[in-house]
């Protein structure tokens, strides 16, 4: 049977190696930077709130929120960082039942949910629009400290 429960600093480790499996998954385990000691200390945060689903075999999958301020709104959202659900246990709507966790976690405070999908994720597009979400397309741009040092370097 599976449940999903929310995320402790007992957890760090398990999530440590689901984090790298996804990043690894999406080919950018070179950007993780996070470790097990420093998820110990996430999941003490108030605004960090991960759930995880678990079954007889342990962890199978976790999606991770940041609750951070929406300045035109002056209030809060429910940042949805990842979303993660291991191999073996895929396509038996775990993924679905962490999502619904997301839209109870938000529905404390009524809070708008906003997370990012890549444009050739089709199935993550099918995924969330079945849920009844709205699905924008938007580039999303990044400068990196390098970047914008060379910027700097070469701007009065
Ligand atoms: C996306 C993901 C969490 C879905 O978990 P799940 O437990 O298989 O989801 P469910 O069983 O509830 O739903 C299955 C549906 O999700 C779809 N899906 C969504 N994103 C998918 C992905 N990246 N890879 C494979 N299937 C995906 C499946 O295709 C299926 O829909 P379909 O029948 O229309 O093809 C899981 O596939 C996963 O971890 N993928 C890798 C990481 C990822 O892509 N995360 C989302 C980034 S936006």
Do not use: C
């Not at 079954?55 to 999606?63: L, Q, V």
Request: no cysteine; net charge negative.
């Amino acid at each position: 049977m599976t449940v999903i429960r929310e995320a402790t600093p007992a957890d760090a480790a398990v999530l440590d190696a689901m984090v790298r499996e996804l990043a690894a998954h999406e080919g950018d385990l070179a950007h993780v930077h996070v470790d097990a000691a420093a998820w110990s200390e996430l999941l003490a945060r108030p605004d960090v709130r991960v759930l995880i689903a678990e079954d007889e075999s342990g962890a199978i999958g976790f999606t991770s929120t940041v609750r951070r301020i929406h300045l035109w709104t002056g209030g809060d959202l429910l940042a949805l960082d990842d979303l993660y659900v291991r191999p073996d246990h895929r396509d038996k709507g775990v993924g679905s039942r962490l999502m619904t966790a997301v839209a109870r976690l938000a529905a404390e405070d009524d809070l708008l949910v906003q997370w990012g999908v890549r444009l050739d994720n089709h199935a993550g597009q099918r995924f969330y629009a079945r849920l009844g979400a709205t699905l924008n397309t938007k580039m999303t741009a990044s400068w990196a400290p390098a970047q914008y040092r060379r910027h700097l370097a070469t701007t009065r």
